[in-house]
């Protein structure tokens, strides 16, 4: 069982930035792919971006390719997403999530933990 915690999300305006994070335990954590999802009330949950489990490679939805940036470490158990140049549009409460697995995964039935989720709101 893996127990994944995220923290960070806030309001912040326009333009503005945030880091996530995502605190893993119950497994370790380098065997492990890390993805963000997000969601707004109304709307299925909907893929942010991904690293594999060593770091390596990284992949961004279109939305927030240039403006997100994943990462993790792995001397910490955590993962992070660093979004700068937030628009309102980007409001939504932000998930991670985790899979043992060597490859690089965006669908959300490939992850089989989740946390609770953190609100980000940015405000125009």
């Known amino acids: 069982q893996v127990q994944l915690v995220e923290s960070g999300g806030g309001l912040v305006q326009a333009g503005g930035s945030l880091r996530l994070s995502c605190a893993a335990s119950?497994?370790?954590?380098?065997?492990?792919?890390m993805g963000w999802f997000r969601q707004t009330p109304g709307k299925e949950r909907e893929f942010v971006a991904a690293i594999r489990r060593s770091g390596g490679s990284t992949y961004y939805a279109d939305s927030v390719k240039g403006r997100f940036t994943i990462s993790r470490d792995n001397s910490k158990n955590t993962a992070y997403l660093q979004m700068n140049s937030l628009k309102p549009e980007d409001t939504a409460v932000y998930y991670c999530a985790c899979v043992a697995g060597g490859s690089i995964y965006f669908r959300e039935y490939e992850y089989d933990y989740w946390g609770q989720g953190t609100q980000v709101t940015v405000s125009s």
């Open positions: 119950g497994r370790t954590f380098s065997s492990l792919a």
